[in-house]
Nanobody
């Protein structure tokens, strides 16, 4: 049974850092992080494909870094220079197919975790 379990969320002040982790029970070639703030649609944050190519939303480029340790069955999201607008529930997601151009649309991914809350105060 596929399981994705996020951890590492919390409350930080603006300018701070957090590292999210997502442990997975089954390897899938493409994985991504999404976030959803109250009253807003779920949006893609960062993705990684089978060849470890990465993609980022413009709003997080230069601040967030996605990585995956296959040996540890873990996906990471290092978040630096956090801002109040980064406050959201963060979700880990995976899909069985692979792409050179990593999509950050939620509809692409069919395996999801339960989410971890990130709150950034000003």
């Amino acid at each position: 049974q596929d399981q994705l379990v996020e951890s590492g969320g919390g409350s930080v002040q603006a300018g701070g850092s957090l590292r999210l982790s997502c442990t997975f029970s089954t390897y899938r070639p493409m994985m991504a992080w999404f976030r959803q703030a109250p009253g807003k649609e779920r949006e893609g944050v960062a993705g990684v494909n089978k060849r470890a190519f990465t993609a980022y939303a413009d709003s997080v480029k230069g601040r967030f870094t996605i990585s995956r340790d296959v040996a540890k069955n873990t996906l990471y999201l290092q978040m630096n220079s956090l801002q109040p607008e980064d406050t959201a529930m963060y979700y880990c997601a995976a899909t069985s197919w692979n792409a050179y151009d990593i999509p950050l649309a939620p509809s692409t991914y069919n395996y999801w975790g339960q989410g971890t809350q990130v709150t950034v105060s000003s």
